[in-house]
């Protein structure tokens, strides 16, 4: 008999649970297998690899340049340091938005190449033909509405969405297409608070918001942005929790400071 204790992993359903007993659920984004790890052992509830790589790992100015195969090396690396957290993937832009031939194709090699859990993919009823053919493939898939970043050029620029009642109507219908494509979440991002609450208690499977108020069954926040990694970005709906840009810049700057006056390494530094 193993001495270690089993750890419970979370999945979709786990999900579901919470949302049905009321235990919100926090989720976080990671791109590689050192954030992974801590994040998992934290004891996050789930970890999604967002597309938002392409802005905070790859320095884009959007999310719209990141690859398939650059998703996939990111989702990999998270899974190999995950032991608890459900892992989910964004399908980058231009993988999904053709047919549902190909975003089932673009889910299936995240699924196989990386070993994550589940895909997400932004867009309201003209992406409901791929969620089912996805989810009926038995890929778990969550949804993605308000602000979707894949689309900043239709919408110009990063503020609130749904503001005015046309787009809040359509959001609401959006989300019930969601669920009813098979949708196991659906994350709303940039509404208004008001709304969110709305949408949130309509729908059955658990919401996560960020930047939507606390009524979402969850919330999200980028990594990089709550630890304080991501220079100068200070949007309202940001609690940053460190501020690692001027803690790892103090260290940079004392180690230079270190070595040019030959103080490292010392004695016990060295063989
Ligand atoms: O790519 C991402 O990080 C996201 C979250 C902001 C929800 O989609």
Known sequence: MSIHKEIKRITTHTLQEMKDRGEKIAMLTSYDFSMATIVDDAGIDVILVGDSASNVMAGHETTLPITLDQMIYHAASVVRAVKRALVVVDLPFGTYQGNSKEALNSAIRIMKESGAHAVKLEGGAEVRES??????????????????????????????????????????????ALQEAGC????????????????????????????????????????????????????????????????????????????????????????
């Not at 053919?133 to 990063?158: D, E």
């Open 131 to 176: 969620i089912e053919r996805i989810v009926t493939a038995g890929i778990p898939v969550m949804g993605h509405l308000g602000l979707t970043p894949q689309s900043i050029y239709k919408f110009g620029t990063y503020t609130v969405r749904a503001k005015e009642e046309a787009e809040a109507e359509k959001l609401k219908s959006d989300g019930i």
């Open 184 to 271: 196991f979440s659906i994350v709303l991002e940039k509404i208004p608070a008001k709304l969110a609450a709305e949408v949130s208690k309509t729908l059955q499977v658990p919401t996560i918001g960020i930047g939507a108020g606390s009524a979402c069954d969850g919330q999200v926040l980028v990594i990089n942005d709550m630890i304080g990694l991501t220079k100068g970005f200070r949007p309202r709906f940001l609690r940053q929790y460190l501020d690692l840009y001027t803690e790892i810049n103090g260290a940079v700057q004392s180690y230079i400071r270190d070595v040019k006056a030959v103080d490292f390494p010392n004695e016990k530094e060295q063989y």
